[in-house]
Every structure is written in C-alpha cells, then in structure tokens.
C-alpha cells in the first residue's frame, strides 16, 4: 500500500532561518514559501532523492501546527507516505478499525488528495497518506 | 550532499506490537529483530519506496531511546539522510560551525558509517548522516 515516503513535514518558528540552514550546510535547493491558509501555515520544501522535506511555519498559534510548536517545540510534525489510491486505502483503514482524523480524502497542497491516520494509532506517529494528481510523480 | 532518507527510526515500547499493526494495516514486510546492544536497542525494519522504517524498542530505560520514550512516549526519534562521503559532510559541516553530537562517524548496523547533528541545530530534529557501505545500496 505504501509506495514511497512523499514527505517529511517539519514545524519550525522562522521558515527563513530553517530554510537557509538546509541551503547552506547541506546544499539542498529550497522552493518559493507557499501559504497553505486553511491549514493556517506557510511552507518552503525540498528535494532528497524520491522525497521531499517540508518546513511548516504556522500563521496561527490556533492551528494544528501552531499548536504543536506550543506544546512540543519545534521539531519532526508528520510523515507522509504515497498511495496508490488514498480511498480504497482509507476504507481498508477503516474497515479494519484504524482510528483515522480524516475518513475521506481533502484536497492538500499541489492539488494531491490527503488524509491523516490519529497518531495514537500509528504509535505516536502523525501519518498522513497521499494520493499524487494523476499521471503526475 | 544529501541523497536520500536512508530511515526514519521510530520509538516504540512493543517492537512486535509496532511491526504487527504495519504489517497488518500497511501490508508491509517486516524484517527479523536485531539487537543492537551498544546503543541499547532492538530494532525492525520495513522498507517503503528507498527508504526504510526503522522500529526501535530500547532494550534499557537508560539508552538514548530508553530516555526519549520515557520523557516523549513513542513517536518519531530521528532521521537519517544518506551521504556519499561521511568523513568530508562532518567536516564541513564542523568547519562551518554545526554542533555534532559525533564529530567522528562511528559504525552502525550492518556496518555502515554514521554519526549524529545535534537536534538544537537542526531545528529540534534529530539528524544522522549515513554513508552507505562500498557499492551497497
């Protein structure tokens, strides 16, 4: 069911900062910083071979990732895995009694669909699965 | 400098509880255990596109993951980006100023070359550098 690791989603406070570090000490290419307003976060990401890392900054301490970074720090947010098809997957999911945050796929960034498993499940481990847009890798 | 995510290490308190419920929900192949004793752990490992997960269960409460389970719960512990030449990566990265927890690498499972940046600098992640072994991929 999992194809690769799509992405690695990091929480910072200053996306700037982070991104500029990744670019000079590990020589990484850092895109453009995209605000994602419904998720009340503003991301830069990049390359590592097959995967991507995305720097989160939240735009509100209310949202999800803002939250987070008030009660954990910043540090590792989420994982996300590809799949094949994110709705046959999520109904096995759920068929098979894993507790998911979102029952049905919503539209993430770049158009892909997405949808988090509760981390209590996946032993502490937000897990989001993705679907990427058709054709497109 | 970075070629991939070689893993992602995950700490769980059940190694075998961790490996069930991927390989059921996720329909992975887990490997067998491995003891790792100096670093205080038992681990399993599946692979996902050309990265692998790595679930690590401490083998004492005093290990690095015995101690981050005990003050986080089970979660995401770090992750380890591949570099084709660890000697040259820690340098520079020493000679630019990163803090590192290993400043030499230090062999790791399977005999691969690998050393850690310390989470402070890299933004609350904790960051291993893996050269793979001659030839291996």
């Known amino acids: 069911m999992l194809e690769k690791i799509e992405h690695l989603g990091y929480a910072v406070e200053n996306l700037e900062a982070a991104a500029r570090f990744y670019e000079e000490r590990f020589g990484v290419e850092v ?13 830069m990401m990049f390359r590592v ?15 999800p990732v803002g939250k987070f970074l008030g009660k954990r720090g910043p540090g590792f947010h989420h994982v996300a895995f590809e799949v094949e098809d994110i709705t046959s997957a999520l109904r096995e999911l759920k068929d098979s009694g894993v507790e998911l945050i979102d029952e049905e796929p919503r539209v993430g960034a770049g158009g892909t669909r997405m949808a988090f498993v509760h981390p209590r499940e ?7 699965l993705v679907e990427r847009p058709n054709g497109k890798r």
């Open 31 to 43: 895109g453009e910083p995209e605000e994602v307003a419904e998720q009340g976060i503003r991301a």
């Open 49 to 63: 071979g097959e995967s991507k890392i995305e720097l989160l900054e939240p735009t509100r301490e209310d949202s």
């Open 122 to 128: 996946a032993f502490g481990v937000l897990t989001e």
